[in-house]
């Protein structure tokens, strides 16, 4: 769980380099620059691009280092082994490692597109950062006694970058992967692995969590269509009634736990667009931009396979 405390934070982190790519590209974006001898402009724009290399590599090894001392110091090393988990949460953590690669995915193409990469080159870029960074957190499961190399993550984690990828080839914000989430009742019985407070169980506790694929419907109608560019329809997944990983266990500590059924939930719901509503100034676009890794709250139609069909009046 930590490991996911530690991406998201990295998600996060991203989010304010992109602040730093934004403000060093004024250069690039105002015209009364173009005075500047083409040797210097040059020369500023390669500097500019070791920079951002230079930030987001020291992010990353920063991270891994972090997570080394951290938490992997609490278990064993171990020679190299793998660890299926696939069974586990009911999926609701693959998604997590889709969107999560998806998101820093996105996030990293942007500021490399600051820096003054084309856009080929910075999806290219940002999907190298990605695989190589997320890739390093299994190879470090895989030396370790608590977890093992998870192939199926590295799947989820390659899924998340395809998506990217698709919305580049393309040049549109044909699909997007959001996370919301809700406080729920299980989390009270396994605090230890479901979070001891607000800000960890949103973390931690996969009963809370859903995970979007968002579409906008815009980007796949002809170019005169009126239809808002910032409407979106997003279908969810989550799950429910999961106390352990695999399964739930009868009591924690000498403590009974009630018996809860395992099941999965699937939703559809209106979302929004963030990044398609028209705002001025960087710090109004860099807002836009960190909302869109969020799932609206909207009116909801649940499915599930322990009750059928469900309506929420707004659903996060």
Known sequence: MQKVVCVFALLMLSISLNVFSAKQNNFLSNPKDTILPLSDSSSKLIFKKWQVNAAVSTLYVGSLTG???????????EHFHTFNDLEEWKGVDKIGHTTTAFQLSTIQSDIFEAAGYSKKQSAIISSLYTIGYMTGIEIMDGFSSGWGFSFSDICANKLGIGLFAINKAFDKN???????????????????????????QTLKDYNGQTYWLSFNISSYLPPESKFPKWLNLAVGYGAEGMI????????INGNPIPSFKRYSQWYISPDIDFSQIPVRGRGWKLLMRSLNIFKCPAPTLEFNSENGFKMHYVYF
Not at 244 to 251: C, L, S, W
Request: aromatic letters at 18%; a positive charge; glycine letters at 6%.
């Open 67 to 77: 997570l080394g001392f951290l938490w992997y110091k609490n278990h064993d090393l």
């Open 244 to 251: 352990g990983a695999r399964k739930n266990p009868v009591e």
């Open 174 to 200: 044909l699909v997007n992967l959001k996370y919301s989430f809700h406080q729920t009742e299980y989390a009270q019985y396994n605090k230890n692995l479901l979070g001891k407070n607000f800000i960890q």
